[in-house]
């Protein structure tokens, strides 16, 4: 557990511009939450894309609206610790067997709670061929005028992510049939 009231997740492979920190401070004052939009990203040459006006762009807003009330990619989220404790072990579960999804399950307890938004895009986004929203990005970018030629992603986690929360499930459901 961070030793800070604020707590703000950065996955291995994202980055911050440098006023990310900032910004979602301030968006972040008397708040429950805060967000900063994101940059879709070439993770191997750490260049921006095009900014994610498409997935990641708070409550009840982009092509996750409909289905699961809006997103934003835990990358971009602040959170006061203090507010959101009782919420925080869902970061090391996953409703799914491919060991993913986690954000879904935070993001679906901070959505009826008050938060902030920076209205800037300070996060970096690195692309990853391996993600099934991967050709749904890339035409988006496309749309928005710019060029990614798509190849794998040096240093992608996703599998072994996968692997291990895939077995750390199996391990608790065997444990919790044996009783």
């Known amino acids: 557990m961070a030793d800070s009231p604020l707590v703000m997740y950065l996955d ?3 980055w911050l511009a440098p006023e990310h920190c900032r910004l979602t401070v301030q968006a972040l004052q008397g708040r429950t939450w805060a967000f900063s939009h994101c940059i879709y990203s070439d993770g191997n040459k750490s260049q921006g894309l095009c900014v994610d ?3 990641s762009v708070g409550p009840d807003k982009g092509v996750y609206a409909e289905n699961f009330g809006g997103f934003v990619r835990p990358s971009g989220l602040l959170l006061d610790k203090t507010k959101v404790a009782h919420i925080l072990y869902l970061w090391a579960d996953s409703p799914n067997e491919q060991g ?4 879904r399950l935070i993001f679906e307890q901070l959505k009826p709670t008050p938060f ?3 209205g800037a895009a300070t996060v970096f986004y690195a ?7 991967h050709q749904t990005r890339l035409a988006y970018i496309r749309e928005h005028g710019a060029d990614f030629q798509s190849v794998d992603k040096a240093g992608s986690v996703r599998e072994n992510k996968s692997a291990g929360s ?3 499930r199996r391990i608790k459901h065997k444990y919790k049939n044996s009783k």
């Open 12 to 14: 291995d492979d994202d």
């Open 53 to 55: 006006l498409l997935e």
């Open 100 to 103: 993913d999804a986690e954000d």
């Open 116 to 118: 902030g938004e920076t």
């Open 127 to 133: 692309l990853d061929p391996a993600d099934r929203m």
């Open 166 to 168: 895939i077995i750390w």
